[in-house]
């Protein structure tokens, strides 16, 4: 599948999440800082519903429903009900603009 | 921690008064329909989207299924206006794949459904839904429009609907078939009575559409007292399709209801599938087989609700899947208080091919009196390496192997297809397990 | 079922636990719940600041959080939060010796034969009453192994190391609406710690009572067991019976580190106006064993689903449960394995059965994460219904991620069979024995899981539930 589209850069304002479809995987956008942003798979891995929604606090998603915590430049788990890590995407922001990630096929 | 917010809000897509009043008016409907899509838009308007955290809902999200506002409304207007021939081509296509021999009925919007002579002398009749007002007493019976979301958009704007009368003690020898091709959007209703003690069966086939391709179909099928009916659902659809489809059976005193289904298509594909025993002696069986393989999602839902006691069910789902292909089950039985003497059962099989793919099973009892029998059983279970060695031994290769194990392991649901559709499942069967097995 | 059979069944549930004492009582917080009752319970306690942190955050929780939607919406809803007393201290120290402990109360767990179980075969023992636990003790050597066994108020203050470094991991407050008003008030539970490699041969036990009217008790447990330990903790339940409902809310910790093995045992008879809405989760890491006991014949409404996490390879998991429901209960039970690791395994075994109006509900989940290779699990249910109105549910929920695994389920709903009832009766036996003998027949599997003490008075609460059974 290699780099796809996922949204303009201007359509996720920083310390903010964006939920988006690329290549069939819902993901979640997660925009740190200005430059720092992670791609995880929107999918809680304790009940398997979106984390969209869910706060961030600082490299933290918390999710929207129990409050399991990921690490969004990981995937790794912090903090229960959440059993297991969730997936991270390669991300990258092209000179025009976009917010590219990378989804393997 | 600041509360971040969703920043893409979606929604279920808009339907008014006035698109569907013309649609009704298009379709030449008798004026009880129109009064009757009025109200199942006010139920829609009524309902939010199916919450995920809902048992129902937990495993498709509800915006896949349907249609963008945009589609639904450039669809409802171009069926209103008459123009509507975006499947014509591929609908002829589809007649032409069926023998001339074999009674059929097809429909589409722009063309009319054709019968048979062997089935029009038996005193089948068929005709758009809802063009006289015989139809109002039977609409609704099955999947009342406050069935839910999806029954509520289909019972507003159904832009293809087919009424089928099997006329009491007639037996048919073949099956009739109605295939139904997915446009953009297709919202098709039937409606289908099979009168006191005749014997039918029914072959409802989903297929072709693209990728933007949205169904939203619902499917009644009143089994009067004494009647039997084999009902086939064969979805077929194009890669990329995604469709939400109701079938109900109610299932009168002493009727019998056997439904066999064969998922592999489209992309997101859920059915909502079920049996009313609604009268003593109702008998309702459903058989289930589901092939799924790259990134496909199905979800099936089974319900048995026995209101009327002496009444029995049965059901055998055999799930298989492949690649990063996904399966959600749900099943509920039910047996009312005034239902005694009924006997249920439910199994669900699951086997995944690969490390990718994904079952999700979930059968459920709701058993309300004392004087029953029920059970249900699931496993989840990749293929047994022993019979694989076995099979090696015998000289089989892996992939033939494998083959015939899922062969096996469907044989029960597809031992129970008619004759005519047996060929086109059977191709499906082998299409899909060579596509599987390479991808292993 | 006949009303003056109803009668007869409250009259001895009146005698054996239905008693209620005068109240006595050092502190009892007034109705209703908010910051300032949190403040104060934390405050009363003495507790760091961080506990009084996490009390407080956990009341946002609370308040925030939607009521569950599933299970029985219309006797959840019946619950008024304002109608609650959420603290009462019966008394101002705890005894360790049985004979310092307030008459009234000692009486009251003399009735309950507390004090003559413990002489007989228990390790250690603690008896929570409304709030706060009343009376502990533990046997010295088992002491001298170096096993914590303490109540919760105790472990906080005497382990603060080993609590914090446990505290709310294996259940957040955010993980439900109870857990989280658990975490704002709780009171009183155990503390248990087995250091590495310690097999405490006999169970430690403690007993809950609640006694006051509109009581909450939130009691909270804590149990860790080191590398290569074993533990067993029983735990009762009682209540009196009043025609305003209390509500216990528990919420319970497992964690057995690599190799341990912990099994926690509930015979929950609480009264049938409680409601009791309790979370019970484990982690199990590698090698390790868990194993869930729990019998459920009283209260109101009970939602309780005991969950193992099975975190490390080669982990295993078991739930036996029964319920019992009569007219007027509801028990919603079930359990929860969630296989993260490979080579994992699990079986849950579950039993009810429903008389009269009664309705039981399996509610279930076996949930198996990408990469938990090679795990396997079984669940079995069984209904037994007795009643043309009586009630059945069987939900479970099966979410397999991986490939190489094995997962079955099977669930039964009959009626208590006809044919048995007869050959028993051709023999002579009379029909309510005949259907007690069947009963006991069907929930063997599971009395033959506990202690001989408890497997003669579960028995017995089986009978007492069953007479009259005919309706």
Redesign the interface.
């Known amino acids: 599948m290699g780099w796809q589209r996922a949204c303009r850069l201007e359509e996720l304002p920083v310390a903010m999440t964006r939920p988006v479809t690329v290549a069939d995987e819902p993901l979640l956008l997660c925009r740190l800082d200005e430059q720092e942003i992670y791609a995880i798979e929107d999918c809680c891995s304790h009940d398997d519903a979106p984390l969209a929604g869910g706060t961030l606090d600082g490299r933290q998603i918390v999710c929207p429903r129990h409050g399991a915590r990921f690490d969004v430049t990981s995937g790794a788990v912090l903090k229960m009900p959440a059993p297991v890590a969730i997936a991270v995407f390669p991300v990258r922001l092209t000179d025009d603009g976009w917010i590219e990630v990378e989804v393997a096929p | ?8 809000v979606a929604s279920k897509p808009t339907v008014s008064t006035e698109m569907v009043t013309a649609l009704s008016r298009t379709l030449g409907e008798h004026p009880g329909a129109l009064a009757w899509r009025l109200r199942a838009l006010a139920r829609y308007d009524a309902l939010t989207l199916p919450n ?2 809902e ?1 129902r809902w ?2 498709t999200d509800p915006l896949a299924l349907l249609p963008s506002a945009e589609a639904l409304l450039r669809k409802l207007t171009s069926a209103a206006s008459g123009s509507g021939n975006e499947t014509a081509q591929q609908a002829a296509a589809e007649w032409k794949r069926l023998r001339d021999d074999e009674p059929a009925v097809l429909l589409m919007p722009g063309d009319g459904p054709r019968l048979n002579a062997a089935a029009e002398a038996a005193g089948v009749a068929i005709a758009p839904l809802w063009q006289t007002d015989a139809d109002e007493e039977l609409i609704g019976r099955a999947v009342p429009a406050a069935a839910g979301l999806f029954a509520a958009l289909n019972g507003a704007a159904w832009n293809a609907g087919m009424t089928v009368r099997i006329p009491a003690g007639v037996e048919l020898d073949q099956p009739l078939r109605i295939v139904l091709p997915a446009a953009a959007v297709s919202l098709p209703r039937l409606l289908i009575e099979v009168g006191p003690q005749a014997i039918a069966t029914v072959i409802e086939e989903h297929c072709g559409g693209a990728a933007e391709s949205r169904v939203v179909s619902v499917t009644e099928l009143l089994i009067r007292p004494g009647a039997r009916l084999h009902h086939v659902l064969v979805q077929r659809w194009q890669d990329g399709v995604h469709g939400h489809m109701t079938v109900r059976g109610r299932i009168e005193r002493d009727a019998h209801f056997s439904s066999a289904t064969a998922a592999f298509g489209g ?1 997101v594909s859920k059915l909502d599938l079920g049996g009313i025993l609604a009268g003593a002696g109702a008998h309702s069986e459903l058989r289930g087989v589901v092939l799924g393989d790259r ?1 496909q999602h199905f979800d099936h839902h089974t319900l048995h609700h026995h209101l009327s006691g002496n009444t029995r069910s049965d059901i055998d789902f055999k799930v298989a899947m492949a690649g990063r292909s996904r399966s959600t089950y749900t099943g509920l039985i039910r047996i009312e ?1 005034d239902a ?1 003497q009924s006997e249920a059962y439910q199994e669900n099989r ?1 086997l ?4 990718g ?26 293929i047994d390496p022993e019979q694989l060695f076995y099979l090696g031994s015998r000289g089989l290769g892996t992939d033939e192997a494998i083959q015939l194990i899922v062969r096996g392991f469907i044989a029960s649901v597809m031992d129970r297809l008619p004759e005519t559709v047996q060929t086109t499942v059977a191709e499906l069967v082998s299409a899909r397990l060579v596509r599987v097995t390479g991808g292993i | 079922m006949k009303s003056d059979q109803i009668d007869n069944l409250n009259a001895e549930y009146q005698q054996k636990y239905g008693f209620a004492d005068p109240e006595d009582y050092v502190h009892k917080a007034p109705k209703g719940v908010n910051h300032e009752v949190v403040e104060m319970i934390s405050r009363y306690k003495q507790e760091p600041d961080w506990m009084r942190e996490f009390r407080h955050q956990a009341f946002d929780v609370f308040e925030r959080k939607p009521m569950p939607r599933w299970g029985n919406n219309e006797l959840l809803d019946s619950i008024d939060f304002d109608d609650i007393h959420y603290y009462i201290r019966p008394t101002d120290r705890q005894a360790t010796d049985w004979e310092d402990v307030p008459d009234n109360i000692k009486q009251t767990f003399e009735k309950l034969g507390i004090p003559e179980a413990e002489q007989k075969f228990l390790a250690g023992v603690t008896a929570q009453y409304e709030s706060e636990v009343v009376y502990h003790s533990i046997r010295e050597d088992i002491e001298q192994l170096g096993v914590i066994f303490t109540d919760m108020d105790s472990g906080l203050r005497e382990h603060p190391e080993i609590v914090r470094k446990y505290w709310g991991t294996v259940i957040p407050p955010d993980d439900n609406k109870f857990a989280a008003l658990n975490s704002a008030v709780w009171s009183g539970g155990s503390f248990i710690y087995v250091p590495p490699h310690t097999k405490v041969e006999i169970p430690l036990q403690a007993y809950f009572r609640i006694n006051a009217e509109n009581m909450g008790q939130f009691e909270r447990t804590l149990i860790i067991c080191d590398e290569g330990s074993e533990v067993h903790y029983i735990e009762g339940c009682t209540a009196p019976v009043y025609s305003t409902n209390s509500l216990h809310s528990a919420v319970v910790e497992l964690i057995a580190l690599e190799g341990a093995h912990i099994r926690y045992t509930t015979i929950q008879n609480w009264s049938n106006n409680i409601f009791n809405l309790v979370t019970k989760r484990a982690h199990a890491h590698r090698d390790a064993v868990i194993e869930w006991v729990d019998g459920n014949i009283g209260s109101k409404l009970t939602m309780k689903y005991p969950a193992v996490y099975l975190l490390g390879e080669r982990a295993h998991g078991e739930v036996l449960s029964i319920a019992y429901a009569g007219s007027g209960q509801h028990q919603d039970a079930g359990a929860k394995m969630i296989h993260a690791a490979p080579n994992t395994t699990s079986r849950i075994v579950s039993k009810s059965i429903s008389k009269g109006e009664g309705r039981t509900s399996y509610r279930g989940l076996v949930k198996i994460t990408k990469g938990s290779t090679g795990c396997k699990t079984n669940v079995e249910c069984d209904a037994l219904l007795i009643g043309s109105r009586s009630r059945s549910d069987t939900f479970p929920t099966m979410e397999i991620a991986e490939k190489d695994v094995r997962v079955e389920h099977e669930a039964r709903v009959s009626k208590l069979a006809d044919e048995q009832l007869f050959y028993l009766q051709s023999r002579g036996i009379d029909p309510d024995q005949a259907r007690l003998m069947i009963v006991n027949g069907f929930i063997e599997p599971f009395v033959r899981e506990l202690p001989m003490e408890y497997a003669v008075e579960l028995n017995r609460l089986i009978e007492l539930e069953m007479e009259g059974s005919v309706g």
Do not use: F, K
């Not at chain 2, 921690?1 to 893409?8: D, G, I, P």
């Not at chain 2, 995944?352 to 490390?355: N, T």
């Not at chain 2, 099973?361 to 990749?382: K, M, N, R, W």
């Open positions: 921690m600041a509360e971040s917010a969703v920043l893409s995920r955290t048992q937990r495993y992309r990134r208080p005694p699951n995944l091919l690969s490390a793919s994904r079952a999700d099973s979930i059968p459920e009892l709701e058993i309300l009196t004392d004087e029953v029998s029920c059970s249900h059983g699931a496993t989840v279970a990749p």
